[in-house]
């Protein structure tokens, strides 16, 4: 079965979408293979390539090439794993996760103080760079809450080992801190927040922009601070919980 240039993309434009945009031109091609329709990968991947259709890992896998030559060497692990620190300001955690809007991904970072599990600093973009982390730090810093000598404890992404958020790091007086490699339970404090705002507010919306879904996220992270109840802080809110701490 043949099929015209322009019908063929609209169709590669379909399957994508039907995939919730993560699907890769691999995938694609397979798919239309399953449907009768004759055609190799390279056209595909021209295709999608013409047409922006790229999935978060295509994505990721392009900016870590891109990038590898821009990063510092792994900070060591401050933490080992123990995050049950009671001081207020002094160990935070973060991460960044992907939301899928029909406008594209919007990219959300966070700064999780660790003994109260505040989100002290978050921001949102169409990109996930360094810039992001730092926007999202700058504003956790601006609570008044990070003491001197604060530890930073992330994942191995490459944004958090790029130079730029390590000179960052080391102007403000941050030091980071990373667990193993491939063990996710190493920054589990921070990718549980994301766990739950995916399956309370997230994962069942449909966003038409991206500042419509970083309304939501801002909404959600309001409410996470000073609605939620949390099992882990006795049923308290982080705000409840971080005055108690900042009181004692």
Known sequence: MTIRREALAARVITLFAASNNVAGYRKVTAALHRAGIAVDRKTIAAIMAGHGLRSPAAVRAFRRKKLRSQRVKDPEDLLLRDFASLVPGSVLVGD?????????????????????RSVLGHATGSTQTAALLITAMDRARKS??????????????SQYRSKKF?????????????????????N???ESFFSKMKSERLDWAVFTTRKQAARVVDEY????????????????TPAEKLAELVAA
């Open 166 to 186: 390590a000179n960052y790091c080391a102007k403000v007086g941050i030091r980071q801190s990373m667990g193993a490699r491939m063990e996710c339970w190493d």
């Open 221 to 236: 992270i309001d409410h996470f601070n000073t609605t939620r109840l949390h099992q882990s802080l006795g049923y308290a």
């Open 144 to 157: 008044g809450l990070i003491r001197p000598g604060v530890v930073f404890h992330s994942d191995h992404g």
């Open 188 to 190: 589990a404090a921070a």
């Open 96 to 116: 960044i996760t992907y939301v899928n809007t029909k406008q594209g991904w919007l990219y959300a970072a966070t700064v999780i103080d660790l003994a109260s």
